[in-house]
């Protein structure tokens, strides 16, 4: 069951299995998606790790959310998944706020804890009465293929400073609260 994190160690990540291998990824065309073929390999140095490990302790300290689940098996208690919702609000009304991660260990995958973590984020991001959560989503058709079965769609919003960090991301929203209904996208 994820919880809430109030600090996290730099080290916390440090067993933490990013690897991905992609070989079809997913870009936005005349508004629709479309399937590509496209092979390449992410994955994250022991630096990144702490990096990350860093700013999600920064964040839970500055009011963001961030929730982890760790793998009760191990004496460690070692994280198999974590997620981050940034504090700050932006786009039309400061509606959107940015899902900066949401990840689950490589050996985690497809048992479910992905669809428990979202579950959470959605849950603490409308008790934060956030209305749109914005996703930068990596491009592989595992990534895309979640994040729609969730109910996130094309954003209607581009936040640039977001987007401009990794454009092969697809840019994502979903609407958290009813009263923010989606924009219509032809």
């Given at each position: 069951?994820?919880?809430?994190?109030?600090?996290?160690?730099?080290?916390?990540?440090?067993?933490?299995?990013?690897r991905?291998?992609?070989?079809?990824?997913?870009?936005?065309?005349?508004?629709?998606?479309?399937?590509?073929?496209?092979?390449?390999?992410?994955d994250?140095?022991?630096?990144?790790?702490?990096?990350?490990?860093?700013?999600?302790?920064?964040l839970?300290?500055?009011?963001?959310?961030?929730?982890?689940?760790?793998?009760?098996?191990?004496?460690?208690?070692?994280?198999?998944?974590?997620?981050?919702?940034?504090?700050?609000r932006?786009?039309?009304?400061?509606?959107?706020?940015?899902?900066?991660?949401?990840?689950?260990?490589?050996?985690?995958?497809?048992?479910?804890?992905?669809?428990?973590?979202?579950?959470?984020?959605?849950?603490?991001?409308a008790?934060?009465?956030?209305?749109?959560?914005y996703?930068?989503?990596?491009?592989?058709?595992d990534?895309?293929n979640?994040?729609?079965?969730?109910?996130?769609?094309?954003?209607?919003?581009?936040?640039?400073?977001?987007?401009e960090?990794?454009?092969?991301?697809?840019?994502?929203?979903?609407v958290?609260?009813?009263?923010?209904?989606p924009?219509?996208?032809?």
């Amino acid at each position: 069951m994820p919880h809430r994190l109030t600090s996290m160690l730099p080290h916390a990540l440090d067993h933490f299995d990013r690897r991905q291998r992609t070989t079809r990824t997913v870009h936005i065309s005349a508004g629709e998606f479309h399937e590509e073929a496209n092979t390449f390999e992410d994955d994250w140095t022991p630096d990144n790790k702490r990096r990350i490990a860093t700013h999600l302790n920064n964040l839970a300290h500055r009011g963001g959310i961030v929730l982890g689940m760790s793998d009760a098996a191990t004496k460690s208690g070692e994280f198999v998944a974590f997620a981050a919702i940034e504090p700050d609000r932006f786009g039309p009304d400061n509606r959107y706020a940015n899902l900066s991660y949401l990840h689950v260990s490589g050996p985690h995958r497809g048992t479910g804890l992905g669809g428990q973590l979202w579950q959470a984020v959605i849950e603490h991001a409308a008790a934060a009465s956030i209305p749109r959560l914005y996703i930068a989503a990596h491009p592989s058709v595992d990534t895309i293929n979640f994040y729609r079965r969730n109910g996130c769609i094309r954003a209607a919003y581009i936040h640039p400073p977001i987007y401009e960090r990794e454009s092969r991301d697809l840019q994502l929203e979903c609407v958290v609260t009813r009263a923010d209904q989606p924009h219509q996208i032809s």
